[in-house]
């Protein structure tokens, strides 16, 4: 029998906004449904019946979901338009949006500057280990004196995208860079002071993940982190959520267990599996420990279809294996590889 290292407390109860937020988290997911219906061109039948789990890649699933909800909750009648090929893995929280954008430009960008950022960038994109490196080396430099562009934001998508964890450092780095957020304690403050602004939370959470991710007093800022894991809106839980995926360390991992098992929301509960999973920086050692949990949760009655769908596409991201909807096929992977 799995030891589950995380036990789950009493589900908490469903939260009401204190904003009027059209239309509800039921709504959201109803219309995703509807969406992946229409881009399937493959139909059901008595053969092949609907899975639990659409059968798109898990990241554009996922970074599909939060952005509906994003768009959803601000208000866009346009929000079934949104594009799955452009979102991105590791930072879907809405900081491109634009009722969330981070604190305006201020300060004058050196064109050579932002040309050996994005050259680097391009390099990074392409698998360049060496670029990586120099990324990590550079970045702190195009503090100030650079600015996110739309090839610079392309470039960062793929990079964040990467298999590679360095990779992916080096595109959280210099997504700090390119928004002016120093690597130190005058970045911290002002990420500090964003959050307090509704319209810069999402993109503050995300910068203030960052931000712990490359060092900056982590333990504290993980601490801010976890207070909007009980905001009203689901977006900024989410939003919460992604952030403590870049913060990425050990303590994080209960955080986002619980709230995949117990958030109101099943935008939110996506978002912890897609990042216990996939997304963020965590480690493989560390998507194990989640996975501990989530086998143990196998056929949980406490848990809807929704949830069972998800746990088994995250472990099967975890595991590189494609196992099925059976639970003994998943504890008999897990447990042979204790």
């Known amino acids: 029998m799995t030891f589950d290292p995380w036990p789950p407390p009493a589900p908490a109860p469903g939260r009401k906004s204190d904003l009027e937020i059209k239309p509800t988290d039921e709504d959201v997911v109803r219309a995703l449904v509807e969406i992946q219906k229409a881009s399937s061109s493959t139909q059901p039948s008595a053969d092949r019946p609907i899975p639990l789990v659409p059968e798109r890649p898990w990241w554009l699933r996922a970074s599909a979901a939060w952005w509906l909800a994003v768009m959803a909750i601000m208000g866009v009648a346009a929000a079934v338009g949104i594009s799955y090929a452009t979102s991105r893995l590791a930072t879907s929280t809405g900081k491109n949006a634009q009722a969330n954008s981070g604190p305006a430009r201020t300060w004058r960008v050196d064109p050579a500057k932002q040309a050996e950022a994005e050259r680097i960038l391009a390099r990074v994109a392409a698998g360049d280990g060496a670029a990586a490196e120099q990324a990590l080396a550079r970045s702190s430099d195009w503090t100030g004196k650079t600015q996110r562009t739309p090839?610079?934001?392309?470039?960062?998508?793929?990079a964040i995208n990467s298999p590679d964890l360095h990779a992916r450092e080096a595109a959280v780095q210099a997504e700090l860079a390119l928004d002016g957020v120093p690597l130190n304690e005058t970045g911290l403050g002002q990420v500090k002071e964003a959050i307090?602004?509704?319209h810069q939370r999402l993109w503050a959470l995300w910068m203030m993940g960052a931000l712990a991710n490359?060092?900056?007093d982590p333990v504290h800022t993980t601490k801010i982190i976890e207070t909007y894991l009980a905001e009203s809106q689901a977006a900024v839980r989410a939003g919460a959520v992604d952030a403590l995926a870049l913060v990425?360390?050990?303590?994080t991992v209960p955080m986002l267990l619980d709230r995949f098992r117990n958030d109101p929301s099943p935008v939110v509960e996506e978002r912890a599996?897609?990042?216990?999973?996939?997304s963020g920086m965590y480690t493989h050692d560390q998507r194990m420990t989640a996975a501990a949990s989530l086998v143990a949760w196998l056929d949980d009655a406490s848990l809807n279809a929704q949830q069972q769908g998800w746990i088994r596409q995250a472990l099967g991201?975890?595991?590189g294996k494609?196992?099925?909807m059976e639970a003994a096929a998943w504890r008999d992977w897990y447990e042979g590889t204790r």
């Open 317 to 319: 991201d975890i595991s």
């Open 273 to 278: 599996a897609c990042d216990l999973a996939e």
């Open 196 to 198: 307090g602004n509704p």
């Open 248 to 251: 990425a360390s050990d303590e």
């Open 322 to 324: 494609q196992l099925g």
């Open 214 to 216: 490359r060092g900056v």
């Open 151 to 158: 090839r610079s934001e392309q470039l960062v998508s793929a």
